[in-house]
């Protein structure tokens, strides 16, 4: 898969050279280049925004400098991601879609955004193009914003994650729950035990005891997960049960099994 990421900020990313997205590009997983917006001005000042048009408070992005850049970046095949806190909100889902595709192409916004026409005139021209959130709260720029996307979607390229296996259990994954608490040597920590089945090398106990502690996790932290589970016929009876005793106890304001004995609370 092909990345482009264009920002005023090309220093922002040079985390995609570390870690699992690093190695990607070692290996040609992965063909990730970072590029300056302002290479694509035409004055001298390398202007890159200039006043709302109607009135209001802060700069936009200039569409012709957006426009020039993109023109040159840009292929038939390409996405384009527009970061921005008020497009649909990026899920595993929209991860995995995104991982499909060959070429992704950024466009970091900053101050207010990104003139609308942009977005308009490359999805009118028929290139795929994605306005996504990652989240309800606003950052100053869309490269923390891209860094998340790509993280989230390199690990699905295919070859990416050394276990594939490990994404189908994961929070979000195939399964449709949070994932179970996860432990580690020592047996005991600071008076913490590991819970027992964990230690019986009993495969069948352990799985099951993994998807109750995933059921009454998501059932207390996402219970919306659990509903569209639930919808699409993915709870066996004994999934119910367990899910019925969790919100039982959730009910009566307790914490299910493993999750904290009390302490410190962030509400
Ligand atoms: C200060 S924000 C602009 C916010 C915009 N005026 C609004 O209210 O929707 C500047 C840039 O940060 C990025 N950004 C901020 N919050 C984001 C979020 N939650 N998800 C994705 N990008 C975000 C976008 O690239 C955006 O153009």
Same mark, same amino acid.
């Given at each position: 898969m092909k990345i482009d990421v264009i920002s005023i900020f090309p220093a922002y990313l040079d985390a995609l050279k570390l870690s699992l997205v690093g190695k990607a590009q070692e290996s040609g997983l992965l063909d990730v280049n970072v590029r300056d917006l302002r290479d694509w001005t035409t004055d001298r000042h /390398?202007?890159? *925004? *200039?006043?709302?048009?109607? #009135? #209001?408070?802060g700069m936009v992005m200039k569409p012709d400098v957006w426009g020039n850049a993109l023109d040159d970046v840009l292929q038939r095949e390409s996405t384009l991601v527009i970061p921005t806190p008020s497009g649909e909100v990026f899920t595993q889902a929209l991860a995995a879609r995104l991982a499909q595709r060959p070429h992704l192409v950024f466009a970091c916004g900053r101050y207010e955004g990104i003139d609308a026409r942009v977005a308009q005139h490359y999805r009118a021209a028929g290139i795929a193009t994605v306005e996504a959130s990652i989240g309800d709260y606003v950052l100053n720029g869309g490269e923390v914003a891209a860094l998340v996307m790509i993280e989230a979607v390199a690990r699905l390229i295919p070859g990416m994650v050394g276990?594939?296996?490990?994404?189908v259990e994961e929070s979000h994954g195939e399964a449709g729950l949070l994932e179970y608490p996860v432990y580690t040597k020592p047996v005991s920590w600071r008076g913490i035990e590991i819970p027992a089945p964990l230690l019986s090398g009993h495969h069948a106990n352990i799985?099951?005891?993994? /998807? *109750? /502690?995933?059921?009454?996790?998501t059932a207390a932290i996402r219970p919306d997960m659990l509903a569209a589970l639930r919808d699409r016929g993915g709870l066996s009876q004994t999934d119910e049960a367990v899910v019925r005793a969790a919100d039982e106890v959730l009910r009566a304001g307790g914490v299910p099994a493993t999750e904290g004995e009390g302490g410190a609370d962030f509400s």
């Amino acid at each position: 898969m092909k990345i482009d990421v264009i920002s005023i900020f090309p220093a922002y990313l040079d985390a995609l050279k570390l870690s699992l997205v690093g190695k990607a590009q070692e290996s040609g997983l992965l063909d990730v280049n970072v590029r300056d917006l302002r290479d694509w001005t035409t004055d001298r000042h /390398r202007t890159v *925004d *200039d006043t709302p048009t109607g #009135g #209001g408070a802060g700069m936009v992005m200039k569409p012709d400098v957006w426009g020039n850049a993109l023109d040159d970046v840009l292929q038939r095949e390409s996405t384009l991601v527009i970061p921005t806190p008020s497009g649909e909100v990026f899920t595993q889902a929209l991860a995995a879609r995104l991982a499909q595709r060959p070429h992704l192409v950024f466009a970091c916004g900053r101050y207010e955004g990104i003139d609308a026409r942009v977005a308009q005139h490359y999805r009118a021209a028929g290139i795929a193009t994605v306005e996504a959130s990652i989240g309800d709260y606003v950052l100053n720029g869309g490269e923390v914003a891209a860094l998340v996307m790509i993280e989230a979607v390199a690990r699905l390229i295919p070859g990416m994650v050394g276990n594939p296996e490990s994404l189908v259990e994961e929070s979000h994954g195939e399964a449709g729950l949070l994932e179970y608490p996860v432990y580690t040597k020592p047996v005991s920590w600071r008076g913490i035990e590991i819970p027992a089945p964990l230690l019986s090398g009993h495969h069948a106990n352990i799985a099951r005891w993994r /998807r *109750d /502690r995933a059921l009454e996790k998501t059932a207390a932290i996402r219970p919306d997960m659990l509903a569209a589970l639930r919808d699409r016929g993915g709870l066996s009876q004994t999934d119910e049960a367990v899910v019925r005793a969790a919100d039982e106890v959730l009910r009566a304001g307790g914490v299910p099994a493993t999750e904290g004995e009390g302490g410190a609370d962030f509400s």
